[in-house]
């Protein structure tokens, strides 16, 4: 009965419209009620308890680097240089997008920037040489939900808060599931747009690439600096985060001085607009997670799948396709943050390593980021590219399939995931 009051009063409220993190917060209260033990005081200490995370800071600094790499260029040169070194070959534009995806998931961790940057300055190239632009934005959007997988990963860090599983881990995790994302988007680019008929780039000199290098070679730098920081134990995730922001501002500012001082402002409210609404629903969030174990309700779902609990793959398959219809109707963090509590108690159980999970999680929500109706990148791909959203839906499900594909191999095999994290911390 309390596991039936939790779904109904969460979707009563989204339902008719309330915002998730207020959704969440009634959730609370509907159970507090149920339970007996409305309290007022309960509500108001979880939400700072929510909120006064030391390693949450992370967040903020890593949307800023997001926002002043845009902004200050560091994404352009990223794009010029993926053009010189792959544009001349046949579908090369297609294969620029993917490789530019996957370096600027190693930079901000954000897919709706990443997605932007990417749709603002290829889709209009790929539609003057002639590639089919429903398809071209389709990719471009499969492209932009690798940045969550691939570190720095605000997902990552929000699923460890709410898991209490090590950061720096699931980091290290998500490289090789990051890169598969990239390779099986290659695959199937080259399978269905091998007969469309397009102009290809000229082929970029040795003396061009080495210029892009040059140019680019700040942009490239910034990931080599996370990641190197924290594998050598040097920063923790919170202080890359630091250090990528002002990094982004200084390359930004001094050394491709694009980045203008007037611009600071506009860069700043859109950071604090997007933290403030991350950080309110993990506030939110932090109010049902502790009400979720307070009624025990991962013991009562634990009930219903005891038979799959003796089967680790079958298990993680029955969850993945949970949380793929789940991500059909909510964005990545509210996923996260309505479900780690839930299902961590029972990975426990199973005896399932927790990082492999958090990874195989997280890509599972990145995936629902391009699964109608809610589909948040595709809405940013359409927005940004000015391709009507239907169109965009069907150029996307190739790409789709691919990376579900991806998800499933990786269930088959967790040894792709789990061995190389080990090796890798």
């Given at each position: 009965?309390?596991?039936?009051?939790?779904?109904v009063?969460?979707?009563?409220a989204?339902?008719?419209?309330a915002?998730?993190?207020?959704?969440?917060?009634?959730?609370g209260?509907?159970?507090?009620?149920?339970?007996?033990m409305?309290?007022?005081?309960?509500?108001?200490?979880?939400?700072?308890i929510?909120?006064?995370?030391?390693t949450?800071l992370a967040?903020?600094?890593?949307?800023?680097?997001?926002?002043?790499?845009?902004a200050?260029?560091?994404?352009?040169?990223?794009?010029?240089?993926?053009?010189t070194?792959v544009?001349?070959?046949r579908?090369?534009?297609?294969?620029?997008a993917?490789i530019?995806?996957?370096?600027?998931?190693?930079?901000?961790?954000?897919a709706a920037?990443?997605?932007?940057?990417?749709?603002?300055i290829l889709?209009p190239m790929?539609?003057?040489?002639?590639y089919n632009?429903?398809r071209?934005?389709?990719?471009i959007a499969a492209g932009g939900?690798i940045?969550?997988?691939?570190?720095p990963?605000?997902?990552?860090?929000?699923?460890g808060?709410?898991?209490?599983?090590?950061?720096?881990r699931?980091?290290?995790?998500?490289?090789?599931?990051g890169?598969?994302?990239g390779?099986?988007?290659a695959?199937?680019?080259?399978?269905?747009a091998?007969?469309?008929r397009?102009?290809?780039?000229?082929r970029a000199?040795w003396?061009?690439r080495g210029?892009?290098?040059?140019?680019?070679?700040?942009a490239?730098?910034?990931?080599?600096?996370i990641?190197?920081?924290?594998?050598?134990g040097?920063v923790?995730?919170?202080?890359?985060?630091?250090?990528?922001?002002?990094?982004?501002?200084?390359?930004?500012?001094?050394?491709?001085?694009?980045?203008?001082?007037?611009?600071?402002?506009?860069?700043?409210?859109?950071?604090?607009?997007?933290t403030?609404?991350?950080?309110?629903l993990?506030?939110?969030?932090l109010v049902?997670?502790?009400?979720?174990t307070?009624?025990?309700?991962?013991?009562?779902i634990t009930?219903?799948?005891?038979?799959?609990?003796e089967?680790?793959?079958?298990?993680?398959?029955?969850?993945?396709?949970?949380?793929l219809?789940?991500?059909?109707a909510?964005?990545l963090?509210?996923?996260?943050?309505?479900?780690?509590?839930?299902?961590?108690?029972?990975?426990?159980?199973?005896?399932?390593?927790p990082?492999?999970?958090?990874?195989?999680?997280?890509?599972n929500?990145?995936?629902?980021?391009?699964?109608?109706?809610?589909g948040?990148v595709?809405?940013v791909?359409?927005?940004?590219?000015?391709?009507?959203?239907?169109?965009?839906i069907?150029?996307?499900?190739?790409?789709?399939?691919a990376?579900?594909l991806?998800?499933?191999?990786?269930?088959a095999?967790?040894s792709i995931?789990?061995?190389p994290?080990?090796?890798?911390?």
């Amino acid at each position: 009965m309390t596991l039936l009051i939790f779904i109904v009063s969460l979707l009563g409220a989204m339902a008719i419209g309330a915002p998730v993190a207020f959704a969440l917060i009634f959730c609370g209260v509907v159970l507090m009620s149920y339970m007996g033990m409305f309290n007022t005081q309960i509500i108001a200490q979880n939400m700072l308890i929510g909120a006064d995370t030391f390693t949450l800071l992370a967040i903020p600094f890593f949307i800023l680097a997001g926002e002043l790499m845009n902004a200050g260029g560091l994404s352009k040169r990223i794009i010029d240089f993926a053009i010189t070194c792959v544009g001349h070959i046949r579908g090369g534009l297609g294969l620029v997008a993917i490789i530019a995806a996957v370096i600027m998931a190693s930079i901000s961790g954000s897919a709706a920037a990443d997605t932007a940057a990417l749709a603002a300055i290829l889709i209009p190239m790929m539609a003057r040489a002639g590639y089919n632009v429903p398809r071209s934005a389709g990719l471009i959007a499969a492209g932009g939900v690798i940045a969550p997988v691939i570190p720095p990963s605000m997902a990552f860090i929000i699923f460890g808060v709410a898991a209490n599983v090590s950061i720096s881990r699931l980091f290290m995790a998500g490289i090789v599931p990051g890169i598969l994302m990239g390779l099986s988007l290659a695959v199937t680019w080259m399978i269905v747009a091998r007969n469309d008929r397009v102009e290809t780039l000229p082929r970029a000199s040795w003396a061009d690439r080495g210029r892009a290098s040059g140019r680019a070679v700040w942009a490239l730098g910034m990931p080599v600096i996370i990641l190197g920081g924290i594998k050598l134990g040097v920063v923790t995730p919170t202080e890359a985060a630091v250090i990528a922001a002002f990094y982004a501002l200084f390359v930004g500012m001094f050394v491709y001085r694009e980045l203008k001082l007037a611009d600071l402002p506009a860069v700043l409210i859109a950071a604090g607009r997007t933290t403030a609404a991350i950080m309110f629903l993990v506030c939110a969030a932090l109010v049902s997670a502790w009400l979720i174990t307070a009624a025990n309700i991962p013991a009562e779902i634990t009930g219903y799948i005891e038979p799959l609990i003796e089967n680790p793959k079958l298990l993680m398959l029955a969850i993945m396709i949970l949380i793929l219809i789940v991500g059909t109707a909510l964005d990545l963090t509210p996923t996260i943050l309505i479900l780690t509590p839930v299902l961590m108690p029972i990975i426990t159980k199973a005896g399932i390593d927790p990082i492999y999970f958090g990874v195989m999680f997280i890509m599972n929500c990145c995936i629902g980021l391009l699964t109608p109706p809610v589909g948040v990148v595709l809405n940013v791909v359409s927005g940004v590219g000015r391709v009507p959203l239907g169109k965009v839906i069907i150029g996307v499900w190739p790409f789709l399939i691919a990376q579900i594909l991806v998800l499933l191999l990786l269930v088959a095999f967790p040894s792709i995931v789990i061995v190389p994290a080990n090796w890798f911390h």
